[in-house]
């Protein structure tokens, strides 16, 4: 199973670009990248997923180099709302992945006004 | 559409008591994972039930024990208890296809005194 390296905690301000960068140094062929959010007290909520290059939704986006060995999840124009710690998982899409999904520490992001 | 409930949403239990937590999935969702988050860690996989089926599990002991109904609701009981099963409990459901996206539910904050 690919371990996943992020930073324990991050700082930002209102309004600014916050990027969450993640190593995953032996991700497997079929695992895709996947990040989740979590507010204190409530379950984690899938945020994006990605298996190469750029992926971008409502909430944010997903950039992984051509060697998948790192991800990283931008979130632009942060607000106080988006303080939370994120995960960031490498999932085998499939049949039977839950077993395989290994949330680490995660980073808690703090949004200052 | 009502997402992934759990009850209770808090219990306190006493040492070598037993715990019964309940979860009913997100409306058209068939597989439910059971996860044990530690204050300031991430969720810890318990195991997955899949048509009334432990489909698979993690790393915990057999004091752990699950079911599910028919209807695809699942229980996760708790034998034995230790102060170290003190934790939020989480219960996730996803869709037929194990596809990548997991539901959870907000949890039940269980206090072993």
């Known amino acids: 199973l690919a371990k996943t390296t992020q930073p324990i905690s991050m700082d930002s301000y209102e309004g600014q670009e916050v990027n969450i960068t993640c190593s995953h140094n032996?991700?497997?062929?079929?695992?895709?990248i996947t990040w989740y959010q979590q507010f204190p007290s409530q379950g984690p909520r899938f945020i994006i997923q990605?298996?190469?290059t750029k992926v971008t939704n409502e909430v944010a986006s997903l950039f992984i180099p051509a060697d998948r060995k790192s991800s990283t999840l931008s979130l632009p124009r942060v607000s106080l709302s988006d303080t939370a710690v994120y995960y960031c998982?490498?999932?085998?899409?499939?049949?039977?992945?839950?077993?395989?999904?290994?949330f680490g520490s995660g980073t808690r992001l703090s949004i200052r006004p | 559409d009502a997402g992934v409930t759990q009850s209770p949403t808090h219990l306190i239990k006493t040492r070598g008591q037993q715990v019964t937590l309940r979860c009913s999935p997100k409306?058209?969702?068939?597989?439910v994972s059971w996860y044990q988050q530690a204050l300031g860690q991430g969720p810890q996989f318990i195991f997955q039930?899949?048509?009334?089926?432990?489909?698979q599990r993690g790393n915990f002991p057999d004091r752990f024990s699950g079911h599910q109904y028919p209807n695809y609701s699942s229980e996760l009981n708790v034998n034995a208890l230790l102060l170290g099963d003190s934790a939020l409990y989480l219960c996730?459901?996803?869709?037929?296809?194990?596809?990548?996206?997991?539901?959870f539910g907000p949890g039940t904050r269980l206090t072993v005194t």
């Open positions: 996730a459901s996803s869709g037929r296809d194990g596809g990548y996206e997991q539901y």
């Open positions: 409306s058209g969702h068939d597989t």
């Open positions: 998982l490498p999932r085998e899409v499939g049949y039977s992945s839950a077993s395989k999904i290994i």
């Open positions: 990605g298996y190469k």
């Open positions: 032996n991700i497997a062929t079929n695992d895709y």
């Open positions: 039930y899949y048509e009334e089926e432990e489909r």
